[in-house]
């Protein structure tokens, strides 16, 4: 077994809360909580609205603070007639390093499905931002038991296309749609279920190597109190983290997960 070498990632995304002057305070709340340590040893990164994207980075610039940035989502086209789309190098221009792609939100919402999901993954990649491309079922199919095989054939359609080092460059986020929002966490067994599953399938799509590389993050529900034995299972690299995000506490609590004794 090779040795699992990749750096925990805890993503808040912000959703569509927050003004700018609150992301601006929320940013260096969670900051003063964190130290350099803790920081080295686990990427934190925020995703807030585009409205608040320039204000966190001034914060983050201004301050050298050891935290991430990105967006919730990112347009597939490159510029043009698109009213309303934001561009992946406007994006990577105001210093993201990181896009959600594909949150269960978008695809309910605003009819993604995994073609245009593919697109904003390869948009993403073209402008040197990384990509958390999100997949995760419904309650319909976990109810179903066709979870994995669903969760699966959306993991194949955002990945369509991409050559070994381009998927070495994306996060993945497993959301199953019954946890969001609904303090309905899965367990720690079944986020590792889905997730190990997606690490298989990386294997079989690559190699051991690129399935070893790829960081595999849990959302839904998570937070400072369940973070700990998420994290404890051997495929589960991070979190992306919604409601608990926007509390600079308890998502220092998440980041610290590492510090908490799993019993
Ligand atoms: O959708 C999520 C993160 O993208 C999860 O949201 P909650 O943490 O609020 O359940």
Same mark, same amino acid.
């Given at each position: 077994?090779?040795?699992?070498?990749?750096?925990?990632?805890?993503?808040?995304?912000?959703?569509?809360?927050?003004?700018?002057?609150?992301?601006?305070?929320?940013?260096?709340?969670?900051?003063?909580?964190?130290?350099?340590?803790?920081?080295?040893?686990?990427?934190?990164?925020?995703?807030?609205?585009?409205?608040?994207?320039?204000?966190?980075?001034?914060?983050?610039?201004?301050?050298?603070?050891?935290?991430?940035?990105?967006?919730?989502? #990112?347009?597939?086209?490159?510029?043009?007639? %698109?009213?309303? @789309? !934001?561009? +992946? /190098?406007?994006?990577?221009?105001? =210093?993201?390093?990181?896009?959600?792609?594909?949150?269960?939100?978008?695809?309910?919402?605003?009819?993604?499905?995994?073609?245009?999901?593919?697109?904003?993954?390869?948009?993403?990649?073209?402008?040197?931002?990384?990509?958390?491309?999100?997949?995760?079922?419904?309650?319909?199919?976990?109810?179903?038991?066709?979870?994995?095989?669903?969760?699966?054939?959306?993991?194949?359609?955002?990945?369509?296309?991409?050559?070994?080092?381009?998927?070495?460059?994306?996060?993945?986020?497993?959301?199953?749609?019954?946890?969001?929002?609904?303090?309905?966490?899965?367990?720690?067994?079944?986020?590792?279920?889905?997730?190990?599953? #997606?690490?298989?399938?990386?294997?079989?799509? %690559?190699?051991? @190597? !690129?399935? +070893? /590389?790829?960081?595999?993050?849990? =959302?839904?529900?998570?937070?400072?109190?369940?973070?700990?034995?998420?994290?404890?299972?051997?495929?589960?690299?991070?979190?992306?983290?919604?409601?608990?995000?926007?509390?600079?506490?308890?998502?220092?609590?998440?980041?610290?997960?590492?510090?908490?004794?799993?019993?």
């Amino acid at each position: 077994m090779t040795e699992n070498t990749r750096r925990p990632l805890m993503a808040g995304n912000w959703k569509m809360n927050l003004s700018h002057r609150e992301a601006n305070k929320l940013v260096q709340d969670l900051a003063f909580r964190l130290n350099e340590k803790q920081l080295a040893e686990v990427e934190v990164v925020v995703l807030p609205a585009f409205t608040s994207i320039r204000t966190v980075q001034s914060a983050i610039d201004g301050d050298k603070f050891l935290i991430g940035f990105g967006a919730q989502d #990112i347009s597939q086209h490159t510029s043009g007639a %698109y009213t309303g @789309e !934001v561009s +992946g /190098a406007m994006l990577a221009g105001l =210093g993201c390093t990181y896009a959600v792609v594909g949150h269960s939100e978008r695809r309910a919402y605003h009819n993604e499905d995994d073609a245009l999901v593919n697109a904003k993954v390869k948009a993403a990649l073209a402008n040197a931002i990384t990509p958390i491309l999100c997949v995760g079922e419904g309650l319909d199919i976990r109810e179903a038991g066709t979870h994995v095989a669903y969760t699966l054939a959306q993991l194949d359609g955002g990945l369509a296309g991409l050559n070994a080092e381009q998927a070495k460059k994306v996060v993945i986020a497993y959301e199953p749609v019954w946890a969001i929002g609904t303090g309905k966490t899965a367990t720690p067994e079944d986020a590792q279920e889905v997730i190990g599953a #997606i690490r298989v399938r990386l294997g079989e799509l %690559y190699d051991a @190597e !690129v399935a +070893g /590389a790829i960081r595999i993050l849990y =959302g839904g529900s998570v937070k400072a109190s369940n973070a700990a034995g998420i994290m404890a299972k051997p495929d589960i690299d991070g979190a992306l983290v919604g409601g608990a995000s926007l509390d600079a506490e308890e998502f220092a609590g998440i980041c610290r997960f590492n510090e908490v004794a799993v019993s």
